[in-house]
């Protein structure tokens, strides 16, 4: 095939950029360390923390793949010890997707805790009308994914190592 055809043939094929998932993002159980009235912040990331620091970005769609300005997204993990805090806010925050439907979230690799192998919580509502999707977030590559009871790969992020710590990625995609 010469370099014209090959032109043609992705000029012809449908848009579909990276940051849009292919499938919408499974629900998955709250679990019992939620706390509403977390404060507005992108980075929970504080010195003294312990984990390893994690950079996680990417987009909310709604089901049709269009991005969502001024979603609420709202965040919550252990530590790199697997230590939630019960009392405070620490690794706890809420924020809105940019006009762009971008969100960046700067925290710690979590730990797992007694049988649960590492992960995210979150909450996403393309608006306040809209139903909340709960779910939780997936490291790769840890043994312990295989005996966790709600792992599932499609939870994933995409995981990189950068100059100091990870960075990471998430593309949401809402039913509602
Ligand atoms: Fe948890």
């Known amino acids: 095939m010469d370099n014209n055809k090959v032109a043609n043939r992705s000029a012809e094929a449908p848009l579909s950029p990276s940051f849009v998932a292919s499938k919408t993002t499974p629900e998955l159980e709250e679990g019992p360390y939620y706390k509403s009235g977390s404060p507005k912040k992108t980075r929970l990331y504080q010195k003294g923390i312990p984990g390893e620091p994690l950079t996680l970005t990417g987009y ?16 919550w993990q252990a530590n790199g010890n697997g230590e939630y805090d019960n009392s405070g806010y620490t690794l706890r925050g809420h924020q809105y997707t940019d006009e762009t439907g971008k969100y960046i979230l700067q925290t710690v690799l979590p730990g ?43 939870l994933q992020i995409q995981l990189k190592d950068a100059r100091k710590g990870k960075t990471a990625t998430f593309n949401f995609k809402l039913k509602h």
């Open 60 to 75: 909310v769609s709604d089901h049709t793949g269009k991005t969502i300005a001024h979603a609420w997204m709202d965040f």
């Open 112 to 154: 797992g805790y007694s049988v649960r192998t590492p992960h995210i919580h979150v909450k996403v509502r393309a608006n306040d009308d809209a139903p909340v999707l709960t779910t939780q977030l997936f490291i790769p590559g840890l043994a312990s994914n295989k005996t966790d009871f709600l792992y599932r790969d499609d």
